[in-house]
């Protein structure tokens, strides 16, 4: 069975800073994505960045990139420049290709950035 | 802005209430998912649709049930709600293609 850890339940991070969130995951599947959600105070989840396994090369939006390491099933997300809105949780999410695509969510990072 | 809805947002009911929790999409997902997430804000797979007429139960049992009559509704119904209900209930849509889910703002339950 597959699964997604996020060893950090908190985080904090002073503004214009960079922080690094962890992920791990276990799954024998070839195919898959990762994924990055965040989840702001009393507001929607919204997707932060996607990852395909199968491709190499790191996916990276504006601000926010990721490391990730497929032979050690890791999934680190760096925020650069860290702003206020970025206050928020922070889920870790995979999705098989095959079979039910079922989504596999972590139990998040809470990240708090100070002024 | 993703075009999600769920109602209510906020529901405070007495023990033994029968509810129903609304969500609709506009963007003609076959995928949705229901969500509970508790206290610390994990997030628990209650209920998930890969279609009309298509519904499976996640994997944290559940005492509530779905129904999927038309791709855009995915309503979730408690039929004699308890204090244990009390929860925070996220619906979420799937895009094919790149798998990313939409999720609706939320709603929070609340069993006296």
């Known amino acids: 069975a597959q699964t997604v850890t996020q060893s950090q339940p908190e985080m904090s991070v002073q503004e214009a800073e960079t922080v690094t969130l962890s992920c791990t995951y276990d799954t024998s599947e070839n195919n898959y994505y990762l994924f990055w959600y965040k989840q702001p105070p009393s507001r929607q989840m919204i997707l932060v960045i996607r990852q395909e396994a199968y491709k190499q090369q790191n996916a990276t939006e504006n601000r926010f990139s990721v490391n990730f390491q497929k032979a050690a099933k890791s999934f680190s997300l760096k925020i650069s420049d860290s702003q206020l809105g970025d206050t928020a949780m922070y889920f870790c999410a995979f999705m098989t290709t095959s079979g039910t695509y079922k989504y596999i969510f972590g139990t998040g990072t809470r990240l708090k950035v100070l002024a | 802005e993703a075009d999600i809805y769920q109602t209510p947002r906020y529901l405070v009911i007495g023990t033994g209430k029968k509810i129903t929790l609304e969500c609709s999409q506009t963007m003609g997902h076959d995928k949705m998912y229901w969500y509970q997430q508790d206290p610390g804000m994990e997030l628990h797979l209650i209920h998930y649709?890969?279609?009309?007429?298509?519904?499976e139960k996640g994997d944290l049992s559940s005492e509530s049930t779905v129904s999927r009559i038309r791709t855009e509704h995915f309503p979730l119904t408690l039929e004699s709600a308890r204090p244990s209900h009390t929860s925070q209930y996220l619906c979420?849509?799937?895009?094919?293609?790149?798998?990313?889910?939409?999720f609706g703002e939320g709603s929070r339950l609340t069993v006296l």
């Open positions: 649709s890969y279609g009309v007429n298509s519904t």
């Open positions: 979420a849509s799937r895009r094919e293609g790149t798998g990313e889910l939409f």
